[in-house]
Nanobody, 126 residues
Framework: QVQLVESGGGLVQGGGSLRLSCAAS???????????MAWFRQAPGKEREFVAA?????????YADSVKGRFTISRDNGQNTALYLQMNSLKLEDTAVYYCAAGSGTSRSDREYAYWGQGTQVTVSS
C-alpha cells in the first residue's frame, strides 16, 4: 500500500514562512518518482483548490496566481520520493488544509490525481 504523508504545517504569523513536506511510503513509493505531484489546499467552507504542481523530472512547474512569487514547489526523487512546498510571505488567506497529490500530469484539476495524502493544517495569524 502506498501512502503520501504530509508534514510541516502549523501556526505562523502573517509574513512568515513554512515549508511543507510530503513523503511517499510503501513498497511502491519509489514509483512516485515517475509521477507528477502537486499541492492543493482547502479552506473552511471552500472547495479544494490548486496551489502548485511539478513534473516528475522537475522541468515543468505550475502555480496558482494567488501564490506565484511566494511559494516554491520542489521534489527529490531519491529512494523515497519527497515533495516540498516552501511558503513565504504568508497571508491570512493562505490558511487551509494542504494536501499533496500524485498523478500522471501537471494538471490544475484535482480529478487528475489518483493518490492523495491526509493533509496538514496551515494557519496564518494576524
Amino acid at each position: 500500500q502506498v501512502q503520501l504523508v504530509e508534514s510541516g504545517g502549523g501556526l505562523v504569523q502573517g509574513g512568515g514562512s513554512l515549508r511543507l513536506s510530503c513523503a511517499a511510503s510503501g513498497p511502491a513509493g519509489p514509483a512516485f518518482g515517475y509521477l507528477a505531484m502537486a499541492w492543493f489546499r482547502q479552506a473552511p467552507g471552500k472547495e479544494r483548490e490548486f496551489v502548485a504542481a511539478i513534473a516528475w523530472n522537475s522541468i515543468i512547474t505550475s502555480y496558482a496566481d494567488s501564490v506565484k512569487g511566494r511559494f516554491t514547489i520542489s521534489r527529490d526523487n531519491g529512494q523515497n520520493t519527497a515533495l516540498y512546498l516552501q511558503m513565504n510571505s504568508l497571508k491570512l488567506e493562505d490558511t487551509a488544509v494542504y494536501y499533496c497529490a500524485a498523478g500522471s500530469g501537471t494538471s490544475r484539476s484535482d480529478r487528475e490525481y489518483a493518490y492523495w495524502g491526509q493533509g496538514t493544517q496551515v494557519t496564518v495569524s494576524s
